[in-house]
């Protein structure tokens, strides 16, 4: 079973670096912006730090589960020998 915040995580980093790539080669000339403020290349940054720890944080959470499963497994065969 995956981590719902492995795909979320994933979605906003690529958003994020949309974003980003568009803040960076974009003209800003939008006329409600004061010129030193690139709302896209900001949002775009804060996007994909997010979708980084979202996607870290799934993805630890992905290995301690399968090595939970792992060890639960080598418990369960270590304690049918023991049996034996």
Do not use: C
Request: glycine letters at 10%; zero cysteines.
């Amino acid at each position: 079973m995956i981590d719902l915040r492995l795909p979320i995580g994933l979605f906003f980093l690529i958003v994020g670096g949309v974003l980003t790539t568009y803040g960076i080669f974009s003209p800003h000339d939008a006329p409600y912006i004061p010129e030193r403020i690139n709302a896209d290349l900001d949002w775009g940054h804060l996007l994909v730090l997010f979708g980084g720890w979202m996607t870290l944080a799934g993805w630890i959470a992905q290995r301690r589960i399968k090595r939970n499963m792992w060890q639960q497994r080598r418990d369960s065969e270590d304690s049918t020998e023991v049996e034996m």
